[in-house]
């Protein structure tokens, strides 16, 4: 195993116990990889939450987690609510993580979780997946 990998042990087996599908762990360029589906939202939630406790904030950079919902999770569907721009969704639960989509003012996303008072977890009509705030979306 290594370094990487021994450094996320606790997470890879999380997320080899989450009911995980289609799961991948691979180290490339001192970065490890983790790919898969999960179940719901709440199962994603929880990685990223041991992520955190591993990585506070995810500041070390050297862990590339790429799960996604399965589409057959339950789901809710909410506005966007921002006041004119779009609403950035982001690959985790924080300002501090990369920009991976918009959703537009006043469109629809899904809602697959709520990470925490914060964030939720959500998917674009688009069908990118990720974490944006709490506080522009609003159940329809």
Request: glycine letters at 8%; proline letters at 4%; aromatic letters at 6%.
């Amino acid at each position: 195993m290594s370094t990487l990998q021994d450094k996320y042990a606790a997470l890879i087996t999380a997320v080899n116990s989450s009911g995980a599908t289609n799961t991948a762990v691979r180290t490339q360029d001192n970065v490890l990889y983790i790919d898969g589906v999960v179940p719901t939202g709440e199962a994603k939630d929880k990685l990223w939450a041991i992520y955190d406790s591993i990585d506070p904030d995810f500041r070390s950079g050297d862990l590339v987690l790429n799960l996604d919902v399965s589409p057959a999770a339950p789901s809710t569907r909410l506005k966007v609510t921002t006041e004119s721009s779009n609403l950035n969704i982001r690959k985790g639960p924080g300002t501090d993580q990369p920009i991976i989509g918009k959703a537009a003012h006043h469109s629809e996303v899904t809602l697959l979780s709520k990470y925490n008072g914060e964030w939720a977890l959500v998917r674009s009509a688009n069908g990118e997946e990720g974490y944006c705030s709490l506080k522009y979306l609003t159940e329809i």
